[in-house]
């Protein structure tokens, strides 16, 4: 009986997050898998460094490249039935925005790619009506981007001013 209680309890701490995470039928949707590799490349960004970022890049630009070819399901996008045109319309700036962030060789660059991406992802979230990240906005770099809720951490200043930018959209 008490392995029979631990087991539960062990598949409910593993399995109930991940289900949670997925939504509904456990299906995760294309703007979270998308947040999924985005985040890491701000937290790259934030420390000053562009090592990784091209892989989640590619990564994210075939994610909307495989639902701008298959939009099948507003659920599998994330967003409601009357946004489906919109979305449909946005994916492929998410994918050119990906594709050139995965192309840049520096810093400076990775972060003006970074901005694109950011704003085609801004605009997703805003469809997707998430409670996912917020949204970020830093006055001296005049742009915007996603990260999680919680401390200031800007990708455009980097280190200089890793908390410099407001929460505009929660």
């Known amino acids: ?12 701490l593993v399995v109930a997050p991940a289900l949670a995470a997925a939504g509904q039928g456990g299906l995760t949707t294309a703007f979270a ?17 562009i090592t990784g970022i091209a892989t989640h890049a590619k990564t994210i630009a075939t994610e909307a490249a495989t639902l701008a070819a298959r939009f099948d399901t507003t659920a599998r996008a994330g967003v ?11 994916l492929p700036e998410v994918k050119r925005a ?15 790619a970074f901005g694109d991406l950011s704003k085609a992802m801004v605009r997703y979230r805003e469809m997707a009506g ?41």
């Not at 050139?100 to 972060?111: E, K, S, W």
């Not at 996603?146 to 908390?163: D, R």
């Open 33 to 49: 898998t998308m947040i999924d590799h985005y985040e890491p490349i701000r937290q790259a960004l934030l420390h000053d460094s």
């Open 130 to 170: 998430c409670d996912g990240p917020v949204v970020v906005y830093c006055p001296m770099a005049k742009k915007s981007w996603l990260q999680p809720a919680g401390e200031i951490g800007n990708p455009y200043l980097g280190q200089k001013m890793a908390g410099c930018g407001e929460v505009v959209s929660k």
């Open 1 to 12: 009986m008490r392995r029979l209680v631990l087991l539960v309890t062990l598949a409910t």
């Open 98 to 112: 990906a594709k050139a962030l995965a192309g840049a060789t520096d810093l400076a660059a990775v972060r003006a």
């Open 80 to 90: 409601p039935a009357n946004e489906k045109a919109e979305c449909t319309a946005l």
